[in-house]
């Protein structure tokens, strides 16, 4: 999935959590994404129902968080990581992991930074600032 429709990525999603629930053996990008499933359990019930969530949307001014992004952008941060792209994300990843003990948290500190710059692509009509994602950070490391 190099640019799926919000449908498939939201299918995706109900597919990988179905699975599970069923037993049934996960492949490529199916591990990954259930791994963030099952430590966002806020989201457990929404997977469960994918007839009433598919086409619903999230509206920023609704204040409500996107499930679906929130996943999806996990599950880029873990690609980022794995071939640590761009240079020298993984080092302030293991850093920010032994600030916090822990995966998540670490990763929604490295979300913050990615959110932000996917929105300055969008506002700007930009090409990703590699440069600027990991000043932001080594700002949230206290090294800017």
Not at 85 to 114: F, S, T
Request: with cysteine; glycine share 4%; proline share 6%.
């Amino acid at each position: 999935m190099f640019n799926p429709s919000r449908d498939q990525v939201r299918q995706f999603f109900f597919d990988v959590w179905a699975k599970y629930r069923a037993g049934q053996p996960l492949a490529g990008a199916e591990q990954p994404a259930l791994d963030a499933v099952l430590a966002h359990p806020e989201y457990h019930a929404l997977l469960d129902q994918p007839d009433r969530y598919k086409e619903r949307d999230y509206l920023p001014e609704s204040g409500e968080a996107n499930p679906f992004l929130h996943l999806s952008m996990h599950l880029a941060i873990a690609e980022q990581l794995s071939v640590d792209q761009p240079p020298g994300i993984r080092e302030r990843y293991q850093r920010l992991l032994k600030r916090y003990g822990n995966a998540m948290d670490a990763q929604h500190d490295v979300m913050d930074c990615l959110g932000e710059m996917i929105w300055q692509v969008q506002r700007h009509q930009t090409a990703f600032d590699s440069a600027a994602y990991l000043r932001c950070l080594d700002h949230k490391l206290g090294d800017a």
